[in-house]
């Protein structure tokens, strides 16, 4: 049973426009969330994180929301670039940052020049 | 060097035979996870070490699959009589708690 589902394995957008990747969860006990981006033959890197306590973070081009309610949660980069092309990975822990983390089966973006 | 290494980068094994993969986290981490990327599919959550307490060891997929993490730092993750489904990249995390996992550039292993 899948507790983190990232129902869109891909997703194609033209350059300078916005991404937006979405992410559902089933258990109501995760109170921390991640992005992470894989390139091809390379680790996943941590992009941004919120707590359960915020519906909202932003760090530059990337923002990430939060809805409890719907238990979703979405990335949203703006605008998109080339470079954003990549494996989006959304993960979500018990515990704070401290608990393991469930991954979903990620969505590849493809930004378009 | 500073990030998450991981040895060896490629293993290509006979089926039954054992495998071991190394994982050297970021000195001072106190978390660190194994998990691993089976060709189409996510990251699949394996074990989780945090300090001094008893690992997670809840997503191991059978008692083929062990680790451990000798001095709170490095970690080992040893399989048993390999079997072909164990094919798959693995992947190593650390995590200072504060942020985000750091990952390594994982193992592919290859089960014949």
């Known amino acids: 049973d899948q507790q983190v589902k990232q129902n869109s394995p891909s997703l194609s957008v033209q350059e300078g426009r916005i991404s937006i990747l979405n992410c559902d969860y089933t258990n109501s006990m995760f109170d921390y969330f991640l992005w992470y981006k894989k390139y091809p033959a390379e680790g996943p890197t941590f992009l941004i994180s919120?707590?359960?306590?915020?519906d909202k973070n932003e760090d530059g081009r990337f923002t990430v929301f939060l809805n409890k309610s719907a238990k979703h949660l979405s990335l949203h980069i703006v605008p998109s670039q080339p470079g954003d092309s990549a494996v989006y990975f959304c993960?979500?822990?018990?515990?704070?940052?401290?608990?393991?983390?469930?991954f979903g089966k990620g969505t590849k973006l493809s930004v378009k020049p | 060097g500073a990030g998450v290494s991981q040895s060896p980068s490629n293993k290509v094994t006979e089926k039954g035979k054992d495998v071991e993969l190394r994982c050297d986290p970021i000195?001072?981490?106190?978390?660190l996870y194994w998990y691993r990327q089976s060709l189409g599919q996510g990251l699949e959550f394996l074990i989780y070490?945090?300090?001094?307490?008893?690992?997670?060891k809840s997503g191991l997929p059978s008692d083929r699959f062990s680790a451990e993490r000798t001095g709170g730092s490095v970690s080992t993750l040893t399989i048993q009589r390999t079997q072909q489904e164990d094919s798959a990249v693995y992947l190593c995390?650390?995590?200072?708690?504060?942020?985000?996992?750091?990952f390594g550039p994982g193992t592919r292993l290859t089960v014949l």
């Open positions: 000195s001072g981490h106190t978390a």
């Open positions: 919120i707590s359960s306590i915020k």
């Open positions: 070490f945090q300090g001094n307490s008893a690992p997670d």
């Open positions: 993960a979500a822990a018990r515990g704070g940052s401290q608990g393991n983390l469930i």
């Open positions: 995390a650390s995590s200072s708690g504060t942020s985000g996992g750091y």
